[in-house]
């Protein structure tokens, strides 16, 4: 199937069987979110709706937490409904307790553990935790495809070896969890779909590696409705026709999935094959360059601030060189307790690739927080302008250079993903603000060491 390369050995000449695809999907995404903010939440049913206001029966859900879920509570039902299934809560002074009759929860509860949080959905605060995520997706990987607020793909083919695939895996997963404090279920795969599929399999927390080879015998005992693409009207029809599994599937005679599908029957059945052609390709390029760490405890010791800013500094101009970019503005990010976020940046006449600038103007902008006690700090270039089409294969998705929009906490195709505050400060403007927001870290190096 595959038009490149020749031989089908293993690892050589056959660039598809080669690629290392991460499909990375947040946990209950929303709920998740607010169990970031409120951490009494941690281990409850929570359901997140979509037009739904406290003490209120309106509106859908968006998503339940896995616990909600127990109760049959799902995404798109009706906040009545989901209130039959898992009463609300009666909280303290805020909410009501209506419809907290409990006989209908799952087995073996208590009546008053039968009943749910419900909470609206604030997406500014999921995006600002989604810019979290994607800063550390990007920290790992160079090519970085986002898809959503809550899901991207990653090619580490560059990053990893197929060897150490699933510890790497397992450390971007880590990372999110440690630094954001959300989980992600992971699927690693050769391809983009298998990649999606294995990240949904062993859900939540989940971790799924698909080795090269081993694609099709990981689709085959699937229910065809799991592969992509195929939604619930071709799976009825698919089934009609005696294909249940993708294995069904796989083993089918195209011409016949032709017949009734058209082209996309044969797509289909490449997929069913786990045979998937499609490259990463990454929603932008970036408009800055960041990176940031925080400190184990909050620190007012200069020493220990300027130490870290210049080790970021270095690693942010390396970076900035191994991607031909040079930069005209210079800033610094400081985060002071609880989640105070202070960024600070100069610009030059002119662009330039200048490690050595780039500290010592992340050092002069930090003086200013000498007496502060710190949590975080980060450094970040801007105003990039590439001296070399780095990512011409990708520049469909790229303006000219220097001015291409950036989509490390941006998705392309995500509409509800405007600007965060991160991204504001890219644009020049100085964010002072008392929320949790965090500037991306979207360099790194193939140690992929913590800062
Ligand atoms: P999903 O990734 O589909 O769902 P999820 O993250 O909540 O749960 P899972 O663990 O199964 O991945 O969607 C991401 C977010 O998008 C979700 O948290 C809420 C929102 N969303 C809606 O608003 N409406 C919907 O119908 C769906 C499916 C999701
Ligand atoms: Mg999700």
Redesign the pocket.
């Known amino acids: 199937m595959s038009d490149r390369g020749g031989s089908r050995l293993p690892g050589v000449g056959d660039e598809r069987e080669e690629r290392i695809v991460l499909h990375v999907?947040?946990?209950?995404?929303?709920?998740a979110c607010e169990r970031l903010r409120e951490p009494d939440l941690r281990g409850e049913p929570v359901v997140v709706g979509?037009g739904y206001e406290e003490g209120e029966n309106h509106g859908a859900v968006?998503?339940a937490s896995y616990e909600a879920r127990e109760y049959g509570v799902e995404?798109?039902q009706a906040i009545g409904s989901a209130l039959e299934r898992l009463p609300r809560k009666a909280e303290g002074d805020s909410t009501d307790s209506s419809g907290a009759d409990s006989e209908d929860g799952a087995d073996g509860e208590d009546e008053a553990d039968v009943a749910g949080y419900y909470r609206p959905v604030d997406i500014e605060f999921y995006k600002s935790v989604s810019t979290d995520v994607r800063a550390i997706l990007h920290d790992c990987a160079d090519t970085v495809r986002e898809v959503?607020?809550?899901?991207a793909y990653l090619d580490v083919t560059e990053r990893t070896a197929w060897e150490v695939a699933e510890g790497f895996a397992r450390h971007v997963k880590n990372r999110i969890e440690r630094e954001v404090g959300v989980t992600a279920s992971v699927g690693v795969a050769p391809n983009m779909s298998a990649a999606k599929i294995a990240s949904d399999h062993d859900?939540?927390d989940g971790l799924v590696v698909v080795e090269p080879g081993t694609t099709r015998d990981f689709l085959a005992p699937l229910d065809v409705a799991e592969i992509h693409g195929i939604g619930p009207v071709t799976a009825r029809t698919l089934r009609e026709m005696g294909i249940e599994t993708a294995g069904d599937l796989a083993d089918a005679d195209p011409r016949t999935l032709v017949d009734r599908f058209g082209e996309r029957g044969r797509e289909l059945y490449h997929r069913a094959r786990g045979d998937d052609e499609r490259r990463v390709t990454p929603t932008g390029r970036p408009k800055s360059l960041s990176r940031e760490s925080a400190f184990t405890d909050p620190t007012t010791d200069p020493e220990e601030k300027c130490a870290r800013v210049s080790t970021l500094a270095a690693a942010v101009a390396e970076r900035a060189r191994d991607r031909d970019a040079m930069y005209r503005t210079i800033g610094v990010k400081v985060v002071t307790p609880p989640f105070d976020v202070h960024t600070r940046e100069q610009s030059l006449p002119g662009p330039v690739d200048d490690p050595e600038l780039v500290e010592e103007v992340a050092l002069d902008l930090l003086a200013e927080f000498d007496d502060d006690r710190v949590r975080k700090v980060g450094v970040r270039v801007s105003n990039l302008q590439f001296t070399e089409s780095d990512q011409t294969s990708l520049d469909g998705f790229d303006a000219p250079s220097g001015t291409g929009e950036s989509r490390t906490a941006d998705s392309s195709d995500s509409a509800d993903d405007p600007k965060s505050s991160a991204e504001a400060a890219d644009d020049g403007e100085k964010t002072d603000e008392g929320v949790h927001r965090t500037s991306r870290k979207r360099d790194g190096q193939v140690s992929l060491s913590d800062f």
């Open positions: 999907d947040m946990d209950c995404f929303y709920a979509m968006a998503t995404s798109a959503s607020i809550d899901e859900k939540p």
